[in-house]
């Protein structure tokens, strides 16, 4: 199989005016993809370390560091644009955008779209005079087709989309729409990006078609199913797990969280804060969605932290469950956090992973939660931590889903552990990692409903063992490779249901999870109506 590039997307919450009644406007609000089904044209991370495909006009453009690789136009003294691409008429730019410094008034960092040269396109750009910018230029001239109020602060990320289809013209910041016009100037065209005298850092480029008002829609439709809402004061702190989070292993015999110790509800990021911090068992009850400070907050051992009904998540930060990182550790300390529950959470914007298991921590359980437009990884469980079962999650909206294991080097710290199950999970139009596995065996993939992962579903490779079985793939490529873009993988794939989907590339032999676990195999071709029904948040009683 080829090498790919891992696309990395996600966007930073951003304060933008709709109205004169200043409704601030967030990253929830709408999905990250259109409505309508959209296929990838063109991507474009960066981290080849070249800019190959863009072709520029002024400006000081090059591939640089700004926490991962970006395209840098560093000047100030021009009015710099680069595009890329086909001539694609119905069309969905989007970029993450990091305005640095502007020089003058009224200067903008943009995406383009339908742009038929350097000189003649559509723009969606974020301006220094405190304002979304839609407009086009033509012939050498602009023209302001739409505009709405933003808070524009320099070195803030945002993410920038500008639909084209047909006539109509829609732009979106941080998926929230901002400003649309209609025009039929540029029947089609390239994407691009523009740095109006403003340095600025570009990533993330991804590029789809649209199909606009009454085209085709997605062939999933969830299941609706009713949802409790708990009374006040109440949550569901019962409910254990199967596979390895259930396993008596490393001095611990299965995940029980808080059980035993106090309950206590939560609705503040200090309040949140503060009591997955502290010490001995405890039961933490989310109430609302909690906006923490950017960061990984740290959750200590023995701790359930569960959303109160469908509408409990956390927002601007992640979770971190794991002592700080240690690459001289090889081994687990006496003092590695265990005994982790996360369910019925919703997680959005978080600055970096959403959540995140590091150093040999263990007997975690992630339930039933929804993880959504990240900045790094939605999931990632890395450095030697083991006995982690991840059920009834749904994914979506994100690039960069679930990683396993550090990197190809850290066998020190992953090899032999990292002994983690996904079950009943929605990888729902999540391009990879889903998950990407190094080291880690068996890690027993089952039940899982895959749909639209464009680049892989389960990647496993630097000499890790992967177990598919019983999984439904919908619309992917490749379900599994175990040489998909570094050392190879051994995987084993069985009984799987493969719908308008290519094979899965697997060799080699494999540890059995019914060494350590017993489970039941439901039979995949029931798994894409029972998971689309039951994953995520409000499907837990109260």
């Not at 601030?24 to 080849?48: I, K, N, R, Y």
């Not at 200067?107 to 742009?115: D, E, K, M, P, T």
């Not at 084993?492 to 249901?497: C, E, H, I, K, S």
Request: charged share 15%.
């Amino acid at each position: 199989m080829r090498r790919r590039k891992e696309p990395r997307t996600g966007s930073l919450l951003a304060a933008i005016m709709m109205t004169v009644m200043a409704a601030v406007l967030g990253a929830l609000a709408l999905p990250a993809l259109p409505s309508a089904f959209a296929a990838t044209l063109f991507t474009d991370d960066f981290e080849d370390g070249d800019s190959a495909g863009w072709s520029k006009s002024g400006g000081s453009w090059s591939v640089t560091a700004d926490g991962s690789r970006v395209y840098r136009q560093s000047g100030t003294g021009a009015d710099a644009r680069a595009i890329a691409g086909a001539g694609w008429s119905n069309q969905a730019v989007q970029a993450r955008v990091r305005p640095i410094a502007f020089n003058g008034a009224g200067r903008y960092a943009a995406v383009l779209a339908r742009a038929q040269s350097t000189g003649n396109y559509y723009y969606l750009g974020l301006s220094n005079a405190g304002s979304v910018v839609l407009g086009k230029r033509a012939g050498g001239g602009t023209t302001t087709l739409d505009t709405a109020p933003a808070t524009v602060t320099a070195g803030t990320w945002y993410t920038l989309r500008l639909e084209a289809f047909g006539s109509t013209l829609r732009g979106f910041v941080n998926n929230v729409e901002v400003v649309s016009a209609t025009d039929s100037t540029f029947a089609s065209g390239k994407a691009g990006l523009s740095a109006h005298y403003t340095s600025a850092s570009f990533d993330d480029v991804r590029v789809t078609d649209v199909a606009g008002p009454g085209g085709p829609t997605p062939t999933v439709t969830p299941t609706v199913t009713p949802t409790i809402t708990p009374p006040p004061g109440s949550c569901d702190t019962s409910g254990s797990p199967i596979g390895f989070a259930s396993v008596n292993a490393w001095g611990q015999n299965g995940t029980t969280g808080g059980a035993g110790g106090p309950t206590v509800e939560v609705d503040t990021a200090s309040e949140l804060i503060s009591a997955i911090g502290q010490s001995g068992p405890l039961n933490v009850c989310v109430r609302g969605t909690i906006t923490v400070p950017a960061g990984m907050h740290n959750v200590t051992s023995d701790k359930t932290i569960v959303g109160i009904g469908a509408d409990a998540g956390i927002s601007g930060g992640g979770l971190n469950v794991g002592l700080p990182l240690d690459s001289s550790a090889t081994s687990p300390p006496a003092n590695a956090v265990n005994n982790v529950i996360i369910r019925n959470l919703s997680f959005r914007n978080a600055s970096d992973d959403s959540i995140n298991v590091q150093m040999f921590s263990h007997h975690v359980w992630i339930d039933h939660n929804d993880l959504a437009d990240g900045y790094d990884g939605l999931l990632d469980i890395k450095r030697g931590s083991s006995y982690i079962t991840v059920s009834w999650n749904h994914a979506h909206d994100h690039s960069k889903n679930m990683l396993l294991g550090h990197d190809d080097s850290n066998g020190a710290q992953d090899a032999g552990r990292l002994k983690v199950t996904y079950h009943h999970n929605w990888f729902d139009a999540t391009p990879q990692r889903n998950p990407r596995v190094r080291f880690g065996e068996p890690v027993h993939i089952f039940n899982n409903y895959y749909y639209y992962n464009t680049d892989v579903g389960v990647a496993c490779q630097a000499d890790a063992g992967c177990l598919i079985e019983g999984n439904y793939f919908e619309r992917v490529e490749y379900p599994a490779s175990n040489s998909y873009a570094g050392p190879s993988g051994r995987c084993v794939a069985r009984n799987n249901v493969l719908v308008d989907s290519g094979e899965p590339e697997c060799g080699g032999s494999v540890q059995e999870a019914s060494s350590y676990y017993g489970y039941t195999l439901e039979n995949p071709n029931s798994v894409k109506a029972s998971v689309t029904a039951g994953a995520g948040v409000g499907k837990i009683g109260g």
